[in-house]
């Protein structure tokens, strides 16, 4: 059954009993998810599906913890009906339940990031004759070590950077062109020179790659995709002994610094795609900024010794 229809089978079972405001959260949690699955066969949606939607609804969207909790609790009570209904395995069963965290995402220190560039080219391969692991050297090192640093000075969302193009880049100006943003909306951004450096060693010895117009490619020439990404970062935390490494972390870690090194909020909510400066505010706090300072700072009397 595909998922339209059966969302219309819980309405007709289950409206009456709801909120308005239940049905509304429902109603936004179905159609987000429902384009998620491609409006597939339900028997045929996994675990793993799931999984990955919350992710999205968590890095990507940057939704509350709250908001992605209520979207869990609309998908489990979906599969409830559909199990009892239709026979089908009720799968949000394992799926953990998300919960707020219990201490704010912290931004990357300097020595973590460099162990992180560092652990790019650096793999542990099983050799059978020895019997033992041995060090080597990854293929994707260059490639990885330039994902990171444009996450890390762009603060792009994974999806954005998975996205781009060699068209997007300017590789004179270091300027990278996002041309469909949240809410399909382009933007500019830019990136220092280790990062343009590191794009630069990527590109020259990466070759064709069967002509590839992907900015990151794998090595068959395609697009690297979100969970490729989001892989390639979290292993090489657990190689680099750095706990948490996530791409989102990288745009946290950027929206920080930025703040502390004297950026806007205003210019940060450009950079960033936010509609509001609500999310920027969380990073504002994050960042420590001392409004009172900044404004004795800025204070016209004090400034002309009025």
Not at 96 to 101: C, D, L, M, S, T
Not at 118 to 124: G, I, K, L, Q, V
Request: with cysteine; aromatic share 8%; hydrophobic share 40%.
């Amino acid at each position: 059954m595909r998922w339209e229809d059966a969302v219309e089978g819980f309405w007709l079972a289950r409206s009456r009993n709801l909120s308005d405001h239940t049905v509304s959260d429902y109603t936004i949690t179905f159609r987000r998810f429902g384009k998620w699955v491609k409006y597939g066969d339900i028997a045929k949606i996994t675990v793993k599906q799931v999984n990955a939607f919350l992710t999205y609804l968590d890095e990507e969207l940057e939704l509350a913890p709250k908001t992605v909790l209520n979207h869990w609790i609309a998908l489990s009570s979906f599969w409830t009906w559909a199990a009892r209904e239709l026979g089908i395995k009720h799968i949000m069963r394992d799926v953990e339940r998300p919960h707020a965290p219990k201490r704010t995402m912290q931004p990357f220190t300097e020595d973590e990031v460099r162990l992180l560039v560092a652990a790019c080219a650096s793999m542990r391969a099983y050799d059978p004759r020895n019997q033992r692991y041995t060090d080597g050297h990854r293929p994707s090192a260059l490639r990885d070590a330039a994902i990171i640093l444009v996450l890390l000075d762009a603060g792009l969302r994974v999806s954005e950077l998975a996205a781009l193009t060699k068209r997007d880049y300017d590789r004179k100006q270091g300027r990278i062109i996002i041309e469909h943003g949240k809410g399909d909306k382009q933007r500019t951004v830019f990136v220092g020179q280790a990062a343009q450096r590191a794009i630069w060693r990527y590109l020259v010895t990466r070759g064709d790659v069967g002509a590839s117009e992907a900015l990151f490619a794998t090595a068959s020439g395609r697009h690297m995709d979100s969970a490729g990404v989001r892989m390639m970062i979290v292993r090489c935390g657990e190689r680099a002994g750095v706990e948490g490494a996530t791409p989102h972390r990288f745009r946290h870690t950027f929206a920080v610094n930025f703040l502390r090194n004297g950026g806007n909020m205003a210019a940060l909510q450009d950079l960033l795609g936010h509609s509001t400066l609500e999310m920027v505010r969380r990073y504002a706090r994050l960042a420590e900024v001392d409004l009172a300072e900044a404004q004795r700072k800025a204070s016209p009397a004090d400034r002309w010794k009025l």
